[in-house]
């Protein structure tokens, strides 16, 4: 297995770190920054996975009893307006998710 090339460039380099696309750009000369990239890189992953996790449930459950597919056994129907309750509530829980990061302190 290789590892990626990675680049960091500093100071006085940052325009040319532009034009060969660094993935990360120092901006002061701390090389700490590379360490908090990282940082928020994993848990940015971490909450891109919880958010489709979240995403997945709530279609996979509701998108079903929307359908009627509960109604020959139980005699549930889900009405329109619940439905698009549910449907607005798992965008507000993903978004909510993904606002966690602006507290992330790395």
């Known amino acids: 297995m290789t590892l990626p090339v ?7 380099a940052k325009i040319t770190s532009f034009e060969w696309s660094a ?3 120092l901006v002061k000369g701390d090389l700490r920054g590379i360490a908090r990239a990282m940082a928020l890189s994993r848990r940015t992953m971490r909450n891109i996975k919880q958010n489709l996790f ?3 449930v709530y279609n ?7 359908a009627g597919v509960l109604y020959p056994a ?3 129907l ?4 619940i439905a698009a309750a549910a449907m607005s509530a798992s965008s507000v829980s993903v978004v909510t998710n993904a606002l966690r ?3 992330v302190k790395v």
């Open 54 to 56: 979240f995403a997945f």
């Open 60 to 66: 996979a459950a509701g998108v079903p009893i929307a």
């Open 101 to 103: 990061l602006r507290r």
């Open 78 to 81: 889900l009405s329109p307006m």
């Open 6 to 12: 990675t680049e960091v460039p500093q100071g006085a």
């Open 23 to 25: 993935p990360v750009t």
């Open 74 to 76: 139980f005699g549930l």
